[in-house]
C-alpha cells in the first residue's frame, strides 16, 4: 500500500491546485477536493439570487468539465442504482417535471432522493447562501419547462422531448442533440447563481463550497471507522474506491470487494474490511493525485497508462522522451536548447552537454527541493478491474542518472521534422519510445504488442538493465529487408538509425560511436563499412545518370546479412563495370574497399551470418562518406 502513501502525500504538498483548472494537452484538468468527481456537463442553468431562472446554455465539449458534489454511493453508481450527486446532475435527478416531458416512469424516484439530500445541506447550520439559492430553485419542479422555454430541449407535439432530431427536418438540428450521446433527457445540467462581483467563482470552481460540503458531508453522514492498513491510524474506513482513473469513461479499480457474485473471498473472509481497510481521506487523496497525474504528464498506449512523478513536486523529465524532447528540461535550458539554434548537435557536442547536465544534477534537485521519483504502469485485463504492472521508488538522483545514461548510450543519428519551421532535422542522440515501437514492430502493429514494448523498456532505461535481446533480433530482421518498406509509410533510413541506436545501447561496452572508427577491426563492422561503400558509391552514380533503380546493396541487403563472403563477391562483380568507365570519377571508391578488404583476415571472409554491430559500421560509414560529400562539394574527395 506504499503506492497509496506516496500519492496520499503528493496530493498534500499540491493542495494548492485543488479545484483550480489548468491547461494541459488541449484539455482542462484540476486536482480534484475529496468527496468530488469530475463529470462532462451539456447544459449550464444561470439562478438568479432570489432562486429564480434566469438563463440556460449548451456548454461545448472544451468548457464542460464540471467538479461535482458526490458521496461514494454516487461516485460508484451503476445500473438502475438511485444515488444522486449534490448540486449538478443529470435531468433525471435535477428535474421534477422530468416524468411530464416524457422521462421513463421507473425513474420518478430519483427527484425525491435528490431533492431530500439538497434541502438537508440548504437547511444544514453553515450552508452557504448559494446552496440555499440551487435548492430554492430546484424544489419548484420546473428545470425541463424552463430549459424548453429557452429552447434548449425542443419538444413535439405532444408536450414531449424528441428523443431524436427528425432526419426530414429542415431547420438546423440543436447544439444538444449533438452533444448528448442518446436521448438529450440523459444530458448533465450544472447550476450556476449570478454573480455579485467579477471575482465570485463559478460554483463548480467554489473552494469555500467545496470546503462547505466537505465538513457537511463528516457531519452528516456516519460511516465505519477502523485501523487503516496504509496510515496505520484509527480512522473513517471505505470500501468503495476510485474509478475513472485513466479516462473519463474507465471504470475498473485498483481496489475492488464487490463480492456479491463469484465469490472470491467467500471462505477466506466473511467480510470485504477483513482483507484491507483503507481510510476513506487517504483513499479519495491518492485515487484523485493519480488521476490528476496521469491527465497532466502521463503517457499512454492502448489500455497501458504510464506516469512518473515527483514527491516533493510532480514535474519531472518523461522516460520515453527523445534527446531532442528532453533539450526542453530545466536541466538543459541554458545550454543544449541556445547551442542546438546555433549549430548542428554533433555527437560529441551532445555528449559534453549530457555530461555537464550529469554533473550538475545535484545543484537542480536542490532548486526543485526534490528527493524521490516513482515511476509506474497501470493497466486493466478486464473493464472492472486495473492493476499496477510497473512500479518503481527511485531516488531523484538515481532518476536523473539514469535517463542521461540511457541517452548517452543509447544514441545514434535522428531525423526529425520540426514543426516551427516543417524542416527536417537530424542529431545525435536517443529516439522515444514511441519511434522504438514503431520500428520494431511497425506502425501497422497491434497497440497491444506496442504497450508491452514500454513497459519491458522501462526496466532498461530507469534500472539500466540491458535491452531484451528479442527487440533486438526483431528490428534487425525488419532492416535486413529493405524492400519490405517499399509501399509503406515507414522510413527504412529512420528505422535504420532507431535499430543502431538500440545496437549501440546493447554494445556499450565496446564504445561504438556514430563517426566513423577506421581502427575498428571486428568483422561484422568490416562487412558493415564494405556495403556502405558499395552502396554510395553506386546511389552517386545512379544520381548523375538520373537513374532511380535500387543499388546493388540494397538488392543484395537481406542475403549479405546471411552469406556476406558469398553474397560480397556478387555485388563485387555487379560493381566491376563501373569501375571500367573512368568517367564515374569513382577511384577513390575503389581504393577505399580495397583498404577495407585487406582489414578482413582469411578466418573472417566466411559466410557466417552477420550480427547486428554490423549495422553500425554500414551507417556510420555511409554517413562519413556523405559528410565528406558536404565538405568538399565533389567525389574526388582524398583519405
Given at each position: 500500500?506504499s503506492w ?5 502525500d ?8 485543488v479545484?483550480k ?7 482542462r484538468?484540476t486536482?480534484?477536493?475529496v468527496?468530488?468527481?469530475?463529470q ?6 444561470l ?14 465539449k472544451e468548457?464542460?468539465?464540471?467538479i ?12 438502475a442504482?438511485i444515488?444522486p450527486?449534490?448540486i449538478?446532475?443529470?435531468l ?7 416524468l ?5 416512469k ?5 427527484f425525491?432522493v435528490y431533492c ?7 437547511g444544514?447550520v453553515?450552508?452557504p447562501?448559494k ?13 425541463i419547462?424552463d430549459?424548453v422555454?429557452?429552447s434548449?430541449?425542443p419538444?413535439?407535439?405532444n408536450q414531449?422531448?424528441l428523443d ?6 429542415k431547420?438546423?438540428?440543436p ?6 450521446p ?6 448533465f ?5 449570478l454573480h455579485e462581483?467579477?471575482?465570485?467563482p ?10 462547505n ?10 460511516q ?6 496504509v496510515t496505520?491510524?484509527y480512522t473513517?474506513?471505505?470500501?468503495q ?5 485513466r479516462?473519463a469513461?474507465?471504470m475498473a479499480?485498483l481496489?475492488s ?8 473471498y467467500?471462505?477466506?473472509?466473511a467480510?470485504?474490511t477483513?482483507a484491507v ?5 487517504v483513499?479519495?487523496k491518492s ?5 490528476w497525474?496521469?491527465q497532466r ?9 504510464f506516469v ?6 510532480p514535474?519531472v523529465?518523461?522516460?520515453f522522451d ?5 533539450m526542453?528540461?530545466?536541466l538543459?535550458?541554458?545550454s543544449l536548447q541556445k ?7 554533433t ?5 559534453e552537454e549530457?555530461?555537464?547536465?550529469l ?5 537542480h534537485?536542490?532548486k526543485e527541493?526534490l528527493d ?5 504502469a497501470?493497466?486493466?485485463a478486464t ?8 512500479y518503481?521508488q527511485i531516488?531523484?538522483?538515481?532518476f536523473y542518472k ?5 541517452h548517452k548510450?543509447?544514441r545514434?543519428l535522428?531525423?526529425y521534422n520540426?514543426e516551427s519551421?516543417?524542416?527536417l532535422?537530424s542529431y ?5 519510445t514511441y519511434r ?11 497497440s ?6 514500454y513497459?519491458?523498456?522501462?526496466p532498461?532505461?530507469i534500472e539500466?538493465k540491458?535491452?531484451?535481446?528479442d527487440i533486438?533480433r ?6 535486413k529487408?529493405?524492400f519490405?518498406?517499399t509501399n ?7 528505422t535504420?538509425h ?10 556499450e ?13 571486428s ?6 563499412r ?9 546511389r552517386r552514380?545512379?544520381e548523375?545518370r ?10 543484395y ?6 552469406h556476406?563472403?558469398?553474397t560480397w563477391m556478387?555485388i563485387?562483380?555487379?560493381l566491376s563495370h563501373?569501375?571500367?568507365n ?5 577511384g ?6 580495397q583498404q577495407?578488404?585487406n582489414k578482413l583476415?582469411t ?12 549495422l ?5 560509414q555511409?554517413?562519413?562518406?556523405y ?6 562539394n565533389n567525389?574526388g574527395i582524398?583519405?
Amino acid at each position: 500500500m506504499s503506492w497509496m502513501q506516496q500519492l496520499a502525500d503528493v496530493y498534500k504538498r499540491n493542495e494548492s491546485h485543488v479545484g483550480k483548472f489548468e491547461e494541459r494537452r488541449n484539455q482542462r484538468i484540476t486536482l480534484l477536493p475529496v468527496s468530488h468527481v469530475m463529470q462532462s456537463a451539456q447544459i449550464e442553468i444561470l439562478i438568479t439570487l432570489d432562486g429564480e431562472f434566469k438563463s440556460a446554455k449548451v456548454v461545448d465539449k472544451e468548457n464542460s468539465r464540471t467538479i461535482v458534489p458526490a458521496t461514494t454511493d454516487s461516485a460508484n453508481r451503476s445500473g438502475a442504482k438511485i444515488a444522486p450527486h449534490y448540486i449538478h446532475d443529470k435531468l433525471q435527478y435535477v428535474a421534477g417535471d422530468f416524468l411530464d416531458f416524457g422521462g421513463p416512469k421507473k425513474q420518478k424516484e430519483h427527484f425525491d432522493v435528490y431533492c431530500k439530500q439538497m434541502k438537508k445541506w440548504a437547511g444544514s447550520v453553515n450552508a452557504p447562501q448559494k446552496i440555499k439559492t440551487i435548492y430554492s430553485y430546484i424544489s419548484k419542479g420546473n428545470v425541463i419547462h424552463d430549459l424548453v422555454n429557452e429552447s434548449i430541449l425542443p419538444i413535439d407535439e405532444n408536450q414531449q422531448v424528441l428523443d431524436k432530431w427528425p432526419n426530414d427536418q429542415k431547420d438546423e438540428k440543436p447544439e444538444i442533440y449533438k452533444l448528448v450521446p442518446g436521448s438529450p433527457l440523459s444530458a448533465f445540467v450544472r447550476f450556476d447563481v449570478l454573480h455579485e462581483s467579477p471575482e465570485d467563482p463559478v460554483v463548480w470552481e467554489d473552494r469555500n463550497l467545496f470546503d462547505n460540503f466537505i465538513d457537511f458531508l463528516e457531519g452528516t453522514y456516519e460511516q465505519e471507522r477502523g485501523l487503516c492498513y496504509v496510515t496505520g491510524e484509527y480512522t473513517t474506513v471505505t470500501t468503495q474506491h476510485g474509478s475513472r482513473i485513466r479516462n473519463a469513461g474507465d471504470m475498473a479499480k485498483l481496489i475492488s470487494a464487490n463480492d456479491s457474485s463469484g465469490y472470491t473471498y467467500r471462505g477466506r473472509f466473511a467480510e470485504a474490511t477483513e482483507a484491507v481497510q483503507v481510510g476513506y481521506d487517504v483513499s479519495q487523496k491518492s485515487h484523485h493525485a493519480l488521476r490528476w497525474l496521469i491527465q497532466r504528464q502521463g503517457t499512454y498506449i492502448d489500455s497501458r497508462y504510464f506516469v512518473s512523478f515527483g514527491l516533493e513536486q510532480p514535474d519531472v523529465p518523461d522516460p520515453f522522451d527523445s534527446t531532442s524532447e528532453l533539450m526542453d528540461e530545466d536541466l538543459f535550458s541554458e545550454s543544449l536548447q541556445k547551442l542546438g539554434e546555433e549549430q548542428a548537435l554533433t555527437e560529441d557536442l551532445v555528449s559534453e552537454e549530457l555530461n555537464k547536465a550529469l554533473q550538475g544534477v545535484n545543484h537542480h534537485l536542490n532548486k526543485e527541493n526534490l528527493d524521490h521519483i516513482i515511476v509506474m504502469a497501470l493497466d486493466a485485463a478486464t473493464s472492472g478491474r486495473l492493476a499496477i504492472v510497473y512500479y518503481q521508488q527511485i531516488r531523484a538522483y538515481l532518476f536523473y542518472k539514469a535517463i542521461l545514461e540511457w541517452h548517452k548510450s543509447c544514441r545514434w543519428l535522428q531525423t526529425y521534422n520540426e514543426e516551427s519551421t516543417n524542416r527536417l532535422k537530424s542529431y545525435v542522440g536517443t529516439p522515444s519510445t514511441y519511434r522504438i515501437a514503431e520500428a520494431v514492430y511497425g506502425s501497422k502493429a497491434d497497440s497491444r504488442i506496442k504497450k508491452d514494448l514500454y513497459t519491458r523498456l522501462l526496466p532498461c532505461i530507469i534500472e539500466q538493465k540491458p535491452i531484451p535481446k528479442d527487440i533486438l533480433r526483431i528490428i534487425f530482421n525488419r532492416v535486413k529487408n529493405p524492400f519490405s518498406f517499399t509501399n509503406s509509410n515507414e522510413s527504412w533510413q529512420a528505422t535504420l538509425h532507431i535499430a543502431c541506436a538500440l545496437i549501440n545501447k546493447q554494445y556499450e561496452s565496446e564504445g561504438y560511436t556514430v563517426a566513423l572508427q577506421k581502427d575498428n577491426h571486428s568483422r561484422d563492422y568490416l562487412f558493415g563499412r564494405l556495403l556502405g561503400i558499395a552502396e554510395v558509391m553506386e546511389r552517386r552514380v545512379l544520381e548523375k545518370r538520373d537513374e532511380k533503380r535500387a543499388t546493388n546493396a540494397t538488392r543484395y541487403f537481406n542475403a549479405f546479412t546471411q552469406h556476406p563472403a558469398r553474397t560480397w563477391m556478387v555485388i563485387r562483380k555487379q560493381l566491376s563495370h563501373y569501375f571500367q568507365n573512368s568517367s564515374d570519377n569513382i577511384g577513390y571508391y575503389a581504393m577505399l574497399l580495397q583498404q577495407v578488404e585487406n582489414k578482413l583476415n582469411t578466418e573472417q571472409m566466411t559466410d557466417d551470418s552477420l550480427k547486428p554491430v554490423f549495422l553500425l559500421g554500414y551507417s556510420s560509414q555511409i554517413q562519413d562518406l556523405y559528410t565528406k560529400k558536404e565538405e568538399n562539394n565533389n567525389d574526388g574527395i582524398k583519405a
